[in-house]
């Protein structure tokens, strides 16, 4: 079982850029998944996350309008489509999966967003 995270990078303030995470192991339709972020001396913090089944999201106030989940159940993936980035956005993203009716929950490694000009 794994969460594999990609697409991190440098980007300029205002720019976009989007995160996928890909599950092996287990099926993502069957789990809740979502985003966290840790900056260097925060707290691991929710961005947004989407049900399943059903899909509907919920997103920290703080990327509500900018940041976009979504799920792609045939490629067994979760990507975050992040646009007008902001250097407060600077961070490790995780993605994480928790199973809708056991709760067993997985997290991938992270990948690091920097945003600075």
């Known amino acids: 079982v794994q969460l594999m995270e990609s697409g991190g990078g440098l980007v300029q303030p205002g720019g976009s850029l989007r995160v996928s995470c890909a599950a092996s192991?287990?099926?993502?339709?069957?789990?809740?998944m979502s985003w966290y972020r840790q900056a260097p001396g925060k707290e691991r913090e929710l961005v947004a996350g989407i049900s399943s089944p059903g899909g509907s999201t919920v997103y920290a106030d703080s990327v509500k309008g900018r940041f976009t989940i979504s799920r792609d159940n045939a490629k067994n993936t979760v990507s975050l489509q992040m646009n007008s980035l902001k250097p407060e956005d600077t961070a490790v993203y995780y993605c994480?999966?928790?199973?809708?009716?056991?709760?067993?929950?997985?997290w991938g490694q992270g990948t690091q967003v920097t945003v600075s000009s």
């Open positions: 192991g287990f099926t993502v339709s069957s789990y809740a």
């Open positions: 994480r999966a928790v199973h809708v009716l056991y709760g067993i929950a997985y």
